[in-house]
């Protein structure tokens, strides 16, 4: 069961087409105002902070957020559903361990009415290239992961309403999907992951969890939490559909994808991957927290979420309550003109940048012993600059992203500094090399190759009851034997990458307890 499960996620997680755009905005912005989120996007109308969650006036705990409410409701079958739907909520009650406390209006919007519902009016035509320079894209230029005339903000705009098959509005008990015609296979996947979002608001009060975060890092990662959740039980349903629909569902997203290509290639990929993140690796963190503790488990984490990406990468991290440590931002060049405040990129933007020059393995054994990290952005003669000091767990930690900061400077063309930390860890500074020094490894590429990991650590420990750490282990080993350059090569057959996948993953799986184990 495990090792054929394996051969179907392999198969897919190295040619992920998960475009994600709504309003192109990035997670400061999120921590601000409400998520406004991917594929299936979790979307906050209620900007001015002082709406509820849509239940009673629920208890708080610490931090704001919102006591966990589990008492029986209504329930799907004494709630009124458009026509197909109710099915589809009676499978989420059962899978997910809850049931509705109120109805759920839905509504099907033609794709222009529902573009310009999710993109909240903004005219694709509209002159974005002031906001497209903003500060909170430095980063990426400076180290090279965008380039300096990308408008990810116009991208955003060209995939608005294109790439989305849903929108659960938090706090408003409304679901909102794209096309009105005759309900197909791929809308109700669709129902079904917005539907786990309306039903987990109504117990666990999203809304007032998301209002509690306060930094982008926090936000990406109960994002990946609240997303992970959603794609688990979507992709339950996939497995408890025929072939014949399944085969409609692959058919009907080839066609989106195809075309979706044009948009999905201008678009920034280090934007695209950001985004399209909590899906890819959210789902895994879900099944760790599931094998943990059960579902009291999971509707725990909605009050005390994962804080960091580490955290959702590596879930014993969070289970382990493991905090970031605090790096002092490192010092700038003289006349250097601070454009922001110091803020955490986390280990998956350490990962993004190593990998986009050095071996994702290399990068993903270095991010794994991530700590912490402070990005200060500047400006030197009008043109975007980082610096980024990052800090390892342990020594031998330290020793790993030191090496492996040190090989991405001198392979990155736009790489002005680098150096050792006082107290231990290293940093690094760019400023945005241009457009001709594209990046070895584009960001998609990087995200679906740690997808892979995510997957296969879930299968881990679904399939194969692998405790947590040793399905960590299983999965760090396969991702080793892999040939990263072969798997996304163009042109790659996938069948053969699926065996590549297999052959690794049986290996690893054979001398499971052999390999060594985080302690």
């Known amino acids: 069961m495990g090792r054929e499960r394996v051969a179907s996620a392999g198969g897919t997680a190295l040619i992920l087409v998960m475009v994600v755009v709504a309003v192109v905005s990035v997670a400061t912005e999120v921590a601000e105002a409400g998520p406004n989120l991917g594929v299936v996007e979790v979307v906050s109308r209620d900007g001015d902070g002082d709406g509820d969650s849509g239940g009673e006036d629920d208890d708080e705990t610490g931090g704001g957020h919102a006591a966990v409410d589990t008492t029986g409701g209504a329930g799907a079958a004494g709630l009124d559903w458009p026509e197909g739907v109710g099915e589809l909520a009676t499978f989420v009650e059962e899978e997910r361990g809850l049931q509705f406390l109120r109805p759920v209006a839905i509504e099907f919007l033609t794709p222009d009415d529902y573009a310009t519902e999710v993109s909240g009016g903004l005219d694709e035509d509209e002159d974005v290239g002031d906001y497209a320079a903003d500060a909170q894209f430095g980063h990426l230029r400076a180290f090279g992961l965008m380039v300096n005339d990308a408008d990810p903000v116009g991208a955003g705009a060209d995939l608005t309403g294109e790439a989305t098959g849903g929108v659960y509005q938090l706090g408003e008990d409304r679901i909102v999907v794209n096309g009105d015609g005759p309900l197909t296979t791929l809308q109700r996947r669709t129902l ?6 309306a039903v987990t608001d109504q117990h666990l009060g999203t809304l007032d969890t998301f209002r509690a975060v306060e930094t982008a890092e926090e936000a990406i ?14 992709m339950r349903w996939l497995e408890s559909l025929p072939q014949d629909e399944l085969a409609a569902i692959e058919d009907d997203q080839a066609a989106i994808d195809a075309e979706l290509a044009a948009d999905v290639v201008a678009a920034p990929s280090a934007l695209v991957a950001s985004l399209v993140l909590p899906y890819a690796v959210g789902p895994a963190f879900v099944e760790a927290v599931l094998a943990d503790g059960g579902p009291a488990a999971l509707d725990a984490a909605y009050s ?13 991290a969070y289970l ?15 006349g250097a003109s601070v454009t922001g405040q110091p803020w955490t990129w986390g280990a998956y933007g350490v990962y993004t940048l190593l990998a986009s020059r050095l071996s994702p393995q290399q990068a993903l054994v270095a991010a794994q012993g991530w700590a912490g990290d402070t990005v200060v952005d500047w400006e030197r003669d009008g043109h975007a600059c980082a ?3 990052v800090r390892g767990e342990t020594p031998s930690d330290d020793a790993e992203l030191a090496e492996a900061m040190r090989a991405w400077a001198e ?18 500074t760019g400023c945005a090399p241009g457009a001709a020094d594209a990046v070895v490894h584009p960001a998609l590429d990087t995200t ?40 996304v090569a ?27 184990v985080e302690s």
């Open 448 to 487: 679906s190759f740690l997808a892979l990991r995510s997957t296969l650590l879930a299968d881990a420990v679904r399939f194969e009851a692998f405790d947590l750490d040793v399905a960590s282990a299983v999965a760090d080993c396969t991702m080793a034997a892999l040939d990263y350059e072969a798997l």
């Open 320 to 334: 382990e309550g493991d905090e970031p440590d605090h790096v002092p931002a490192p010092e700038l060049p003289e």
């Open 490 to 516: 163009p042109g790659a057959d996938p069948q053969a990458n699926r065996q590549a996948v297999i052959d690794a993953w049986t290996g690893c799986a054979d001398v499971a307890g052999e390999l060594p």
């Open 411 to 428: 392979a990155a063309p736009g790489a002005s500094g680098n150096g050792p930390l006082a107290g231990g860890g290293w940093f690094v």
């Open 304 to 316: 005390a979420p994962p804080v960091t990406l580490e955290q959702v990468m590596d879930p014993i």
């Open 221 to 234: 990662a109960l994002q990946a939490l609240i997303e992970g959740d959603a794609e688990r039980v979507s």
């Open 192 to 197: 079904v992951h917005e539907l786990t979002h």
């Open 387 to 389: 610096a980024l000091a």
